[in-house]
């Protein structure tokens, strides 16, 4: 099974910008689904964007449309969440996930079953 570590959060100011790694290991990425969730203090994780590592299709959630790019590279079997425009709202633990190629609703956490440990961005306002 593939491990995952992140890396890359960190404190900026509204507007400013991150961008976060995510580094996959010991197993065959090509045939999974990537993604980012985020979890605020006090709330559920959520869904933020999502890529098929084979085909390099993204998805988003609405808010971060525009502000957010999600995108691999596949000499480095590394997942990258570029983040922009950051607002404060955006302050949480992200974390990077894998999912099978198959999965169908790839907003719904179910679907993932492979975690990183998490990686701290705060916006400050």
């Known amino acids: 099974q593939v491990q995952l570590v992140e890396s890359g959060g960190g404190l900026v100011q509204a507007g400013g910008s991150l961008r976060l790694s995510c580094a996959a290991s010991?197993?065959?990425?090509?045939?999974?689904?990537m993604g980012w969730f985020r979890q605020a203090p006090g709330k559920e994780r959520e869904f933020v964007a999502a890529?098929?590592?084979?085909?390099?299709?993204?998805y988003y959630r609405d808010s971060v449309k525009g502000r957010f790019t999600i995108s691999r590279d596949n000499a480095k079997n590394t997942v990258y969440l570029q983040m922009s425009g950051l607002k404060p709202e955006d302050t949480a633990v992200y974390y990077c996930?894998?999912?099978?190629?198959?999965?169908?609703?790839?907003?719904?956490?179910?679907?993932?079953?492979?975690w990183g440990q998490g990686t701290q961005v705060t916006v400050s306002s």
């Open positions: 010991g197993g065959t990425v090509s045939n999974l689904v």
């Open positions: 996930t894998a999912a099978p190629r198959g999965a169908q609703r790839i907003t719904d956490i179910r679907e993932y079953d492979t």
């Open positions: 890529i098929w590592w084979s085909a390099g299709t993204t």
